[in-house]
């Protein structure tokens, strides 16, 4: 919880106020801009060498690794006190969701280079590469953004409240109460 008040400590009070009513919103962006950069730095790891004449590929790819880091994050930090569901029921769901969202990130990068030809020879490298960019990382990853933060909150984790941690002082005090 650290990180999340040290951002709204330099948030204007308007804007803090609604963050704060939003917070696991919050959490989902930060897990997802950490996503975001294991996404482009896998994808053009592969991009860059082994799958160079597969961008669509390499994307799906980096996306499928960020998912994963995604999951842990999302679990554990982002959705940590909602729930509802078995753990294997929730995994399954949350990466049936996530290749749904993978899918999603990765039609307007197919988009660009297959049906308006944003792609060597046709266009100059840089052009090709900006493309890409744009329609992979950020068209493609806003889209699929969207579609998890609806889609986590009402099938993988939709109970608000199902993983709610007491506090420790309070279960220590309960425990001395029942003692007695």
Request: glycine letters at 4%.
């Amino acid at each position: 919880m650290a990180v999340v008040e040290n951002v709204l400590a330099r948030v204007p009070v308007p804007v803090r106020a609604f963050l704060r009513k939003h917070q696991d919103m919050l959490k989902f962006a930060v897990v997802g801009g950490i996503c975001f950069i294991v996404t482009i730095t896998v994808n053009y790891a592969l991009k860059l060498t082994i799958l160079n004449k597969n961008p669509v590929t390499a994307l799906a790819i980096a996306v499928v690794v960020a998912t994963i880091v995604s999951y842990v994050l999302n679990r554990e930090w982002s959705f940590r006190e909602r729930g509802g569901r078995e753990r294997r029921h929730e995994a399954a769901l949350f990466f049936l969701i996530s290749g749904m969202g993978v899918v999603l990130n990765s039609v307007p990068l197919f988009v660009s280079r297959y049906f308006l030809h944003l792609q060597v020879p046709e266009v100059t490298l840089v052009t090709q590469e900006v493309a890409d960019f744009v329609a992979g990382n950020l068209l493609g990853t806003l889209v699929a953004m969207v579609f998890r933060w609806w889609a986590f909150k009402k099938w993988v984790f939709p109970d608000a409240v199902a993983r709610v941690r007491p506090l420790r002082a309070v279960v220590a005090e309960t425990d001395d109460k029942q003692a007695a």
